[in-house]
């Protein structure tokens, strides 16, 4: 489990093709106290510690993984935003995340606001009925206030929220642009909530 608060921006600095994809990441991280088979959060994507050295981590990432995650992600240079996993008794300084990226969504357009960055989504139809106004959501690993959201007629929504200059700079947030696709994890509460209800209305 984690919080999506991002406490370190990695770098891919090697990709290798086996049966997997094995990224090697650049961090900040004591990876000494960092054992294999650790849970990181890669931009919203919760993988298990394969390999380590000094400042840096290696990754197995499957094919269920890349097709699930926005497009190049999995790409040499690109930057990570990073979390480990959290302990029982750590602050919980966003909401409850689980790594688990649900789908992609596309930014819209990114403005000015105050100091801010205020940025609009495009969510897929699966996603639109999870998002809600002041309601939480991960983007890219970050924990986020949903501030907006307009539903289209295809079933397809947008959403909007604000960057605070904190957070453009410790996360990648800030190099957001039109066109960029991101990793959505969805409040796990309201996963469980739209279950709950698909079953109470089978069973009217």
């Avoid at 979390?83 to 930014?107: P, Q, Y």
Wanted: charged share 25%; aromatic share 4%.
């Amino acid at each position: 489990m984690f919080t999506g608060i991002i406490t370190d921006v990695g770098e891919i600095a090697r990709v290798e093709t086996r049966g997997d994809t094995r990224v090697v990441v650049r961090t900040a991280y004591e990876t000494a106290e960092i054992d294999l088979g650790a849970s990181v959060a890669c931009s919203g994507v919760c993988l298990t510690v394969v390999d380590k050295g000094p400042n840096w981590l290696a990754f197995d990432v499957s094919g269920e993984t890349i097709s699930r995650s926005a497009q190049g992600q999995w790409s040499e240079g690109r930057p990570l935003n990073l979390e480990r996993a959290m302990k029982l008794g750590d602050e919980l300084g966003g909401h409850i995340v689980t790594g688990h990226v649900d789908g992609v969504a596309e930014v819209i357009d990114v403005t000015a606001d105050g100091d801010s960055k205020r940025v609009r989504f495009r969510v897929p139809s699966d996603l639109a009925p999870f998002l809600a106004p002041k309601g939480s959501v991960t983007v890219d690993g970050v924990s986020l206030t949903v501030n907006a959201v307009d539903d289209a007629a295809d079933g397809s929504s947008t959403f909007a929220i604000n960057i605070i200059p904190h957070t453009q700079a410790v996360t990648t947030l800030s190099a957001l642009a039109p066109g960029k696709a991101v990793n959505i994890e969805i409040d796990v509460l309201a996963r469980y909530l739209q279950r709950m209800e698909h079953y109470r209305a089978k069973a009217r």
